[in-house]
C-alpha cells in the first residue's frame, strides 16, 4: 500500500499550489480520502474530505471558498487544490485513505511566504 502526496512547494501569498495524491495497492474507489495539515508542534488538522466516488465534499472553515478537493478513481488520485493562499496555510500536508483501515502518506511541504 502507497499514498505519495506530490506538488508541494514554495509559494507567495495569493498564489496557487495543486497537490496530488497517488494511491496504490488497495481499492483506491472504495475509500474516502482526506487531506490534513500539521505544524510542528500543533495537532494534525482536517482540511478537506471527499467520499468515495466524489459526489460529497467537506472543508474546514478555514479552507472554505479557498481549496478545493477531487479524485480521479480512473487515476487513483486525489488532489488539492490551494488558491489564495495565506501564510497561515504554510504545513506539512499529508492525504489519508480510510474505510475499515487507514493509511497515510508520507506528507508534503507547503510554505507560504513572499
Known amino acids: 500500500v502507497q499514498l505519495v502526496e506530490s506538488g508541494g512547494g514554495l509559494v507567495q501569498p495569493g498564489g496557487s499550489l495543486r497537490l496530488s495524491c497517488a494511491a496504490s495497492?488497495?481499492?483506491?474507489?472504495?475509500?474516502?480520502m482526506r487531506w490534513y495539515r500539521q505544524a510542528p508542534g500543533k495537532e494534525r488538522e482536517l482540511v478537506a474530505a471527499?467520499?468515495?466516488?466524489?459526489?460529497?465534499?467537506n472543508y474546514a472553515d478555514s479552507v472554505k471558498g479557498r481549496f478545493t478537493i477531487s479524485r480521479d478513481n480512473a487515476k487513483n488520485t486525489v488532489y488539492l487544490q490551494m488558491n489564495s493562499l495565506k501564510p497561515e496555510d504554510t504545513d506539512v500536508y499529508y492525504c489519508?485513505?480510510?474505510?475499515?483501515?487507514?493509511?497515510w502518506g508520507q506528507g508534503t511541504q507547503v510554505t507560504v511566504s513572499s
Open positions: 489519508k485513505a480510510v474505510r475499515a483501515v487507514e493509511y
Open positions: 495497492g488497495f481499492t483506491f474507489s472504495s475509500y474516502v
Open positions: 471527499i467520499n468515495s466516488f466524489g459526489g460529497n465534499t
